[in-house]
């Protein structure tokens, strides 16, 4: 069993990404509520360029790593969080456009659901890339 840069990530992202849809269950309109009103408030929060800077960080670091270590198949972890950053970006450079594509999903309960089970499928996915990368590469 090898604990590596790439198994922490695969784990802390799948942890995320199961945690928020479990409390979205939970919280069900509360959820949106908050998410439309504080997170993606009318006015760009601040945070956004904390995250933005982080998000920019870790793809960078984590592509170092790619690049330094022998760890089979890290590139693939990289890849899936470079992909990330669209989502930053947007957040970032076209807050407003985000901030209404955050309200249409949230009002409309299929495809706020859609998303949900494509994130939790995801999460497991990332669960079992980081199985393999413990055990397997």
């Not at 509520?33 to 504080?38: D, I, L, P, V």
């Not at 076209?94 to 939790?120: L, P």
Request: net charge positive; glycine share 4%.
């Amino acid at each position: 069993m090898k604990i590596n840069y790439f198994v922490i990530l695969c784990f802390s992202w799948a942890f995320i990404g199961i945690l928020t849809r479990t409390i979205i269950l939970i919280l069900g309109k509360k959820w949106n509520k908050w998410e439309e009103n504080k997170v993606y408030s009318k006015k760009k929060p601040i945070w956004l360029y904390l995250v933005g800077v982080s998000a920019v960080s870790i793809v960078a670091y984590t592509w170092y790593m790619v690049f330094t270590n022998d760890v089979r198949f890290s590139w693939v972890i990289a890849l899936l969080l470079t992909l990330i950053l669209i989502k930053v970006f947007a957040q970032i450079f076209h807050y407003s456009k985000f901030r209404e594509y955050v309200k249409k999903v949230m009002n409309d309960a299929n495809t706020f659901k859609k998303i949900n089970i494509v994130v939790f499928l995801f999460s497991v996915i990332l669960v079992f890339l980081g199985i393999g990368y413990m055990f397997l590469w």
